[in-house]
DNA sequence: CGCTAAATATACTCACCAGTATAGTCTATA
DNA sequence: TATAGACTATACTGGTGAGTATATTTAGCG
C-alpha cells in the first residue's frame, strides 16, 4: 500500500542525476529505490505484526492475520521475514533499540547519574507504551527457540547492566544513595514493564507523565518525612 | 501419583468413628473421604499445570503433557477440569487467593497503613514466586474467553483496589505522604510481579528478602539525602 | 452378590496453523 | 522487447493439540 504510491516517483531519478558521486548515484539507483522498498514493507510488516500481537497476543495471532491486515497472502509475509518467531524477535528488537538509544544519548553528557537515570526512565516508559514495546515485555523465553531465547535474554541483560550501572554511579558521584543494584534496576525495570500490562491509548496519562510520577516515587519514596 | 498413594489409607476410616454426631460421620463417611480425595486430586492437577505452565508457557503445554506428567491420560484431566483455559484460571486463582489473604489479614489490625503494606507486599512477593505466582502474572487476557478474561481483570482490580486503599489511608493516618495512589499502585505491583519473570529457585535472595529491599525502596527512595 | 456411579483409558475427530511447492505477474534493464 | 529476478498468489502438506465418544475398571452400598 504505502509501498506502492511511494515506488513510482522514486524510480526516474538516475537519469538525471548522474553527475553525483558513483556512490550518490548508487544509492538513488532504482535497484537501491527498490532495495529502500524492500525495507520499507519489511518495517511495515513487522509493525503490523507488533500491532497484532499486542492486540491479540502472540500465539492467538497466525501469519495468515496479519498478511490480511496488510491485505496481501502469507507467503509475502514469508518473503520479508523467515518465520514467524523472526517476527516477534523482530519486534522485540524494535522495542529494544528505543531503549538502548537512550542509554547511548545519556552517556555521553555530563548529568549526574540520577539525572541520566530519569531520561532513560522516561524515554523507557515511552518505548514500553508503544506496540513494540509490549512485544518486548511479552516476548517471553517459551515463545522462542533456544537460540533466538539466548540472543533475547542477553539484550535484555544489557538494559538490565545498563540500569545497575547507573545506580552504582549514582552512589559514586553522590546523585544516588548507596543500594542494592540489582534489587533496584529489577524494581524500576518491573515497575516500568509492567506499564504494558495496563496502558491503554486513552489513558489519562502520557508516557511521559507515567514516568515524571516513577521517577518521583523512585527517588524520594512514599514515606512521610518525619 | 499423589493421589494414588493418599487414596489407599483415606478410605476406610469410618467405619470405627460411627459413635461421633451424624455431621462429624458424614464428614468421614466414604463418600466425603471419596470428595475429599477428589479435590486432592483435583488440587494435584492444578498444581502440575501451574508447574507445567511455569516451565513452558501456557501455550506450549498440552493437556496431554500435563496428564503425562500425573501418569494418567487426557481423560482423567478432563474429569477434574472443563477445559484448558479453566485449569489456567484456577491456577490464577491460587496465587490470587495467597494475596488476598494478605490484605484481609492486615485489614483487622492497628497497625500503620505503611506497616500493613509492608506486610502486604511481603506476602505479596511469597505468592508470585510460586507456580501460581507465574501464572497469575501472565494468565493474560489474550489467553482467555471474554467471560474468563472479565473474571480475571475484575479480581486483578481487587489487588489493585487494595494496594490503592492502602496507600490512600497512609496519606490519612501520617505513615506515607501524599502521592498519586493509582500510579504508586502501579508502580508497587509491577516491582513485584516481575519479579517473575526473573526469579529462579536457586536465586540468592528469598522472596522475603526481596520484599525487604522492595520495602525500602519504595519507602524512602533512591535519591541521596542532602 | 449385584447394582450404580465414579474414575480412568483407548482411540478417535476436527480445526487450526506454520510453513511450502508451484506458478503466475510485474518491473528494471540490457 | 526479451529476460532475469523480485514479488505475490493459489493451493497444498503435515503436525499438533483441544476436546470427545465409548469402553472398561474400581469402589461403595443395599
Known amino acids: 500500500m504505502a509501498g506502492r504510491s511511494t515506488r513510482d516517483n522514486a524510480v526516474r531519478k538516475p537519469s538525471s542525476a ?10 538513488w539507483s532504482p535497484v537501491n529505490s527498490r532495495v529502500r522498498d524492500r525495507e520499507r514493507k519489511r518495517d511495515a510488516v513487522i509493525q503490523t505484526a507488533a500491532r497484532a500481537f499486542r492486540a491479540r ?31 516477534l524477535f523482530e519486534c522485540f528488537r524494535a522495542g529494544l533499540r528505543q531503549i538502548m538509544e537512550a542509554f547511548d544519548e545519556v552517556g555521553s553528557t555530563k548529568l549526574s547519574a540520577r539525572e541520566r537515570l530519569g531520561i532513560v526512565m522516561a524515554r523507557y516508559a515511552e518505548a514500553i507504551t508503544s506496540d513494540f514495546g509490549w512485544c518486548m515485555v511479552q516476548a517471553e523465553n517459551q515463545d522462542l527457540s533456544p537460540a533466538m531465547s539466548r540472543k533475547v535474554k542477553s539484550l535484555k541483560s544489557e538494559i538490565d547492566q545498563g540500569l545497575r550501572g547507573l545506580i552504582r554511579e549514582g552512589a559514586r558521584d553522590g546523585s544516588l544513595r548507596k543500594f542494592d543494584e540489582k534489587m533496584a534496576a529489577f524494581a524500576i525495570a518491573g515497575a516500568l514493564n509492567w506499564i504494558a500490562h495496563w ?4 489513558e489519562a496519562l502520557t508516557a511521559a507523565e507515567i ?11 512514599l514515606e512521610r518525612k518525619a
Open 211 to 221: 514516568a515524571e510520577r516513577f521517577i518521583e516515587l523512585f527517588s524520594i519514596g
Open 57 to 87: 497476543g502472540y500465539h492467538n495471532t497466525s501469519l495468515d492475520d496479519i498478511a490480511a491486515e496488510l491485505n496481501v497472502t502469507k507467503p509475502t509475509v514469508y518473503h520479508y521475514v523467515q518465520n514467524k518467531e523472526q517476527l
Open 199 to 202: 496502558y491503554r491509548s486513552d
Open 18 to 27: 548522474s553527475a553525483a558521486t558513483p556512490e550518490a548515484t548508487a544509492l
